[in-house]
């Protein structure tokens, strides 16, 4: 019998619009009226996914930034695991030697140590990457309008991190040449103690080594007393891989990164056609 149901958002319970369609939503409802709990599993962080579960009326757990951050159903924080500071200055200047002007993420908000003209082109990079079918001119506009630019914090300086009290909780970066976020990747986790994960083939997302969707997922699980067996798990992205490889029922829609699909116990519908809505109500 399945107990717990979790699900990453974008690209998977989401659709390509950024929404949660009526038929995803009903079976999640349903599915907690059936007495079965629903967890978010996202790369995003607090700020970003705060008003998508306030649109929709979802009152579940939420593990963020691919582990860094638990929250349970009343958001109150139960977990925090950030990358220390002085990891995070040896990840920054590595980054930027690759080209990057990477953001810092926290619970609640996007942190630049850069000036306006780096965030820009950083941010530009990321649109590009999330919409390569758009022009120059709807780039600038989708930038303008990103709740990540517009959230965007400058510090002064690196240690204005640590003075503020603020968490290195996960970094991301873009780049269209996948040989470079290949690159990226291997001298990263030359770093060690480091999570190295992508959303997407274009991104490199980073976390501590401990802040992984499957550790964290197992740990909360083990903690309730619920068997993995117990479990649905959904995504399609890197990010997703540990909870795949932990947890035996693993789904994911048929747009998801291949080496998900090649590890998946089954392979549901696309995000665009309700794959996740359409697995809940043949489940539960």
């Known amino acids: 019998m399945i107990k717990l149901i979790v699900s990453d958002m974008d690209g998977t319970f989401l659709?390509?619009?950024?929404e949660i369609s009526e038929y995803n939503l009903n079976?999640?409802?349903?599915?907690?009226?059936?007495?079965?709990e629903f967890m978010i599993a996202t790369g995003r962080n607090h700020i970003s996914i705060k008003p998508l579960v306030e649109k929709y009326g979802i009152h579940c757990s939420c593990m963020l930034m691919n582990g860094a951050e638990f929250r349970d159903s009343r958001d109150q924080v139960q977990k925090k695991i950030p990358i220390s500071y002085e990891k995070g200055k040896k990840l920054l200047d590595l980054l930027e030697s690759q080209g990057f002007y990477p953001e810092i993420m926290d619970s609640d908000g996007f942190y630049t140590i850069y000036g306006e003209e780096e965030a820009r082109i950083s941010m530009l990079g990321r649109?590009?990457?999330l919409r390569p079918d758009a022009s120059e001119t709807e780039l600038e506009k989708l930038m303008n309008e990103s709740v990540f630019f517009n959230s965007l914090i400058r510090l002064k300086s690196y240690e204005e991190l640590q003075e503020r009290g603020i968490l290195f909780s996960k970094t991301i970066v873009f780049n269209q040449d996948t040989a470079v976020i290949a690159d990226t990747k291997k001298k990263v986790m030359e770093l060690g103690g480091l999570a190295v994960t992508s959303s997407y083939p274009t991104n490199v997302e980073i976390n501590d080594i401990h802040a992984q969707k499957g550790i964290a997922l197992s740990e909360y699980i083990a903690e309730r007393g619920i068997k993995?067996?117990?479990?649905?798990?959904?995504?399609d992205g890197l990010n997703d891989?540990?909870?795949?490889?932990?947890?035996?029922?693993?789904?994911?829609?048929?747009?998801?990164?291949e080496e998900i699909r090649n590890i998946a116990s089954e392979i549901i519908e696309s995000n665009e056609n309700n794959g996740v809505g359409q697995t809940i109500i043949r489940y539960i």
């Open 127 to 129: 649109m590009r990457c």
């Open 27 to 36: 079976a999640l409802k349903y599915a907690q009226s059936k007495g079965v």
């Open 241 to 257: 891989y540990s909870l795949f490889t932990e947890f035996p029922n693993s789904f994911a829609p048929e747009n998801a990164m």
């Open 15 to 18: 659709n390509n619009h950024q």
């Open 228 to 235: 993995k067996e117990e479990v649905m798990v959904f995504g």
